[in-house]
Every structure is written in C-alpha cells, then in structure tokens.
C-alpha cells in the first residue's frame, strides 16, 4: 500500500490547492515580517508543478518529486525557492528509483529533505523558519514509523500534525535567518510564513492519502 508515482502527482496537485486557498495568508504573513511575497512565490510555484505533471507524469516516486524540485528552483525566486527546490531534491534522491513509497521511506525522504535545507541555509531549530516546522515533522515521522504498521498515511499525518505545531511555535520565536532577522526582536509575536507554507503542504500531502 504504498505510494505511486500517480499518487504523488496527486498528492502534488492537492497541495497546490491548499497553498492557492492560502495564498493571501501567506503573503499576510510575509508581509508583517518579510517582503510580502511568500504566498506568490508558493502559489507561482505549485501552479507550476501541477501545469508540469499535467504534460507527464514521470515514471516512479522520485523522478516526479525531482520534477518539482526543479520546477520550484526555477519559478520561485527568493529565500523559499531554492530552500523548498532542495527539499524537494534531497527528497528524491533518498528515494532512488522506488516504484512504490512506503511510510519508512516517507521518514528517509522528510530526514533528506530537512538536512538540505539545513545544508543550504544554516537554519537550525529556534531560528524562525521553516526548519521549525520540519525538525518536529521529521521526528514526529520517525517515531510513527517506529511504531509498528506505520503506513504512509500514518507518517504524514503524524508529520503533519507536527509541522503545524511546529509552525505555530514559531510566533514566539526572534527571527536569525531570513529578511525576517532584519527586525531583530520586532519579529516575535509572527508566525514565519515559510514554517506555515511547510505545514501547510505536509498538510495537504497527508489529507491526499
Ligand atoms: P524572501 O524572504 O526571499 O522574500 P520568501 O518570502 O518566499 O522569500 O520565503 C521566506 C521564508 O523562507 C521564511 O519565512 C523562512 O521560513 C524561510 N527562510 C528564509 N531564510 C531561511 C534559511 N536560511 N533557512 C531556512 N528557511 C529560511
Ligand atoms: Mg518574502
Ligand atoms: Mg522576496
């Protein structure tokens, strides 16, 4: 009972609606501690992935979250277009060439993905972005897996559940990275728009099983 290539096309696709539903949110958000434009750059860039598998879907779990990555790195400008791409890269290449994810390799994938965005942004936990909304997500994966029978529905929604706490721990955070850590303290008492668009789409991937 694991994940397809297909499966995660759709999943791809419900999460490009729930960030096009959050769209004006995200932008919100952005704009109390950024420039405003983290829900354009998203939604510019999920409309993008969902236009990309509508000409083909790739063979395998992989190839398609590696279509994304390359799509996010080049539609989506930013701090979160190269952070999100090599997420998404990392993510892939965890997977090789699979036919079918299982909830284990949904916990590698999620492990991969966090340690490249760590990689490329030298965020680590506390600092007010989306790796906050990740490192929980990661874990919280992990242990489903450890329990026995974790299938993937079981991992992503307990990575879900923990990108969304995750994210609102955020609010209280002082932002170190990012056009956020520009206002130094002033940007406590804000929820990160990228630890929310994390939650976001773990959300809607979760939701998608
Ligand atoms: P920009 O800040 O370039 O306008 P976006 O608004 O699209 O880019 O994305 C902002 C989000 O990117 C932040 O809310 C934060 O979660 C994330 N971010 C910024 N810098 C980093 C970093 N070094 N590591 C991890 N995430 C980061
Ligand atoms: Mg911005
Ligand atoms: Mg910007």
């Not at 992990?142 to 721990?169: F, H, I, P, Q, S």
Request: proline share 3%.
């Amino acid at each position: 009972m694991g994940c397809t290539a297909e499966d995660i096309a759709g999943a791809l696709h419900a999460a490009a609606g729930v960030i096009a539903e959050h769209r004006i949110e995200l932008i919100e958000l952005d704009r109390a501690i950024g420039d405003g434009d983290h829900g354009e750059n998203m939604n510019r860039g999920f409309t993008a992935i969902v236009s990309t598998l509508e000409d083909k879907v790739p063979d395998g779990p992989g190839a398609v979250l590696k279509l994304a990555a390359t799509t996010l790195i080049s539609k989506v400008g930013g701090a979160a277009g190269p952070l999100y791409g090599t997420a998404f890269l990392r993510a892939a290449t965890s997977l090789g060439a699979v036919e079918e994810m299982d909830g284990p390799a949904v916990a590698t994938a999620l492990r991969a993905a966090l340690e490249g965005v760590q990689a490329r942004g030298k965020a680590v936990a506390g600092d007010k972005t989306m790796v906050d909304a990740l490192i929980p997500a990661v874990a919280a994966a992990e242990a489903a897996v450890g329990e026995t029978g974790a299938d993937v529905t079981a991992v992503l929604a307990a990575a879900a559940a923990a990108a969304a706490k995750g994210a609102e721990d955020t609010v209280d955070m002082v932002a170190r990275k990012g056009r956020a850590s520009y206002l130094g303290e002033r940007s406590a008492g804000h929820l990160d728009p990228g630890a929310r668009s994390t939650a976001l789409i773990l959300g809607a991937l979760a939701e998608a099983r």
